[in-house]
């Protein structure tokens, strides 16, 4: 299975919104309702911030949004705050009913 | 509160078995999913496998990759799960994270959404 495809990096100013992108396939992304998204700081465990491609666990801030379209999910941070900047993974569950995650996204607040 | 707690062996040699587990506190062990995932030093997340323990089923699916090598149980008694990966070599060095799959409050499972997180264990295979 493959990883599924993000941006290495994206970048944005306080305030600002950004969007990350995940692309896979119809065996996955495609395939299914079934898309997370985890916030990663330095030396910590993934924190889930979405699930269900747009459900947000308790606790979550709603500046955090998911949606999906065909085989690109993605997710977007409104009003960005300094403690946003993290790394940034989604994940999918897949046809061979396996998990895969995708390469990671570095998000920073200018 | 659940809490994940991990631990095992942080240092083996090639074609030794990483064996690690995890203990969940505070929280219903037999209600959920138990997975294993791992991170390469700067590199993104690799799902291992699963463990159901839903209704006590105990079945387990792995990652094809590292089917050959892995093998997920668990200890009810102890509220516990463990990972067992045989002849490691040095692509297998990474932080390994126990995680817990998450339900929703009616008890709907989302199988690539784990909500508690161990705190991780960095393995490295090095001679």
């Known amino acids: 299975q493959s990883a599924l495809t993000q941006p290495a990096s994206v970048s944005g100013s306080p305030g600002q919104s950004i969007t990350i992108s995940c692309t896979g396939t119809?065996?996955?992304?495609?395939?299914?309702?079934?898309v997370s998204w985890y916030q990663q700081h330095p030396g910590k465990a993934p924190k889930l911030m979405i699930y269900?491609?747009?459900s947000r666990p308790s606790g979550v801030s709603n500046r955090f949004s998911g949606s999906k379209s065909g085989n690109t999910a993605s997710l977007t941070i409104s009003g960005l705050q300094a403690e946003d900047e993290a790394d940034y993974y989604c994940?999918?569950?897949?046809?061979?009913?396996?998990?895969?995650f995708g390469g990671g996204t570095k998000l920073t607040v200018l | 509160q659940v809490q994940l707690q991990q631990w095992g062996a942080g240092l083996l040699k090639p074609s030794e078995t990483l064996s690690l587990t995890c203990a969940v506190y505070?929280?219903?062990?037999?209600?959920?999913?138990w997975s294993w995932i791992r991170q390469p030093p700067g590199k993104g997340l690799e799902w291992i496998g699963e463990i159901n323990e839903i209704n006590h089923s105990g079945s387990t699916n792995y990652n094809p990759s590292l089917k050959s090598r892995v093998t997920i149980s668990v200890d009810t008694s102890k509220n516990q799960f463990s990972l067992k990966l045989t002849s490691v070599t040095a692509a297998d060095t990474a932080v390994y994270y126990c995680?817990?799959?998450?339900?929703?409050?009616?008890?709907?499972?989302?199988?690539?959404?784990?909500?508690?997180w161990g705190q991780g264990t960095m393995v490295t295979v090095s001679s």
């Open positions: 995680a817990r799959g998450h339900r929703d409050s009616s008890g709907y499972y989302y199988p690539d959404a784990f909500d508690i």
């Open positions: 269900d491609v747009t």
């Open positions: 119809s065996s996955d992304v495609g395939g299914y309702n079934y």
């Open positions: 505070g929280g219903s062990f037999s209600g959920y999913y």
């Open positions: 994940s999918s569950y897949t046809s061979s009913t396996t998990v895969v």
